[in-house]
């Protein structure tokens, strides 16, 4: 007759006849489940230009609970005009990792110092709660967005979640960031 013998985390070692060995034993309750991660390789912001600007505009992702900055990117603009408004598309390489339902903030601002008055890059947004999955909000600055701002937030080159409603605007600026919620994989 065979004989298992069978090591448990109790710490614990025994050795039963195989006849009596009929069920596979598992601790698959107490083990951590794996996170569902996603992988944010590219956000795109509607922006307005009016005349030249100069510079860079720079987005960092961040994790809300935690505060955690989980990708960055920036974008030169350096001579756009209104003829370039339009979809900018922010690109994460590596890809910006975040576990699936996480509130992420899109923070938006300006790398050029005393920018000039006709120096402008505005960022659309809609009119009210449009986006169901979080809000918009402004730190150092008294343009604080009426509604939500338009974005898309793409996983592996396919659409996630966006908010393509814009028909107000706000400043943005160096001395300020525009920020909109989303949450990832809903």
């Known amino acids: 007759m065979k004989a298992v013998t069978l090591k448990y985390r109790t710490l ?8 009596f060995l009929l069920l ?8 951590a489940q794996p996170e569902n991660k996603l992988k944010v ?9 009016n005349f030249e600007v100069t510079g ?10 935690t505060n955690q ?3 960055t990117s920036a974008v030169s603009i350096a001579g756009f005009t209104d003829a370039n408004d339009g979809w900018i598309d922010f690109k994460f390489s590596p890809s910006a990792e975040v576990v699936n339902g996480t509130t992420c903030q899109i923070e938006l601002k300006r790398s050029v110092a005393n920018v000039p008055y006709h120096d402008v890059a505005l960022w659309r947004s809609g009119v009210g709660d449009v986006y169901a999955h979080g809000g918009s ?11 939500d701002f338009a974005f898309k937030t793409f996983l592996a080159g396919v659409a996630d ?9 706000s400043i943005l600026s160096n001395n300020s960031t525009l920020i909109q919620e989303f949450v990832s994989g809903k």
């Open 69 to 71: 900055v989980i990708g």
């Open 12 to 19: 614990l070692t025994f050795t039963l006849p195989l006849f």
């Open 137 to 147: 909000s402004a730190v150092g600055s008294s343009n604080v967005p009426n509604g």
């Open 56 to 65: 860079d505009v720079l987005m960092t992702l961040r994790d809300k609970q």
């Open 24 to 31: 596979s034993c598992s601790d698959d309750d107490d083990a």
């Open 41 to 49: 390789d590219k956000v795109s912001v509607y922006l307005d230009f």
């Open 161 to 169: 979640q966006k908010q393509e409603s814009k028909e107000e605007v």
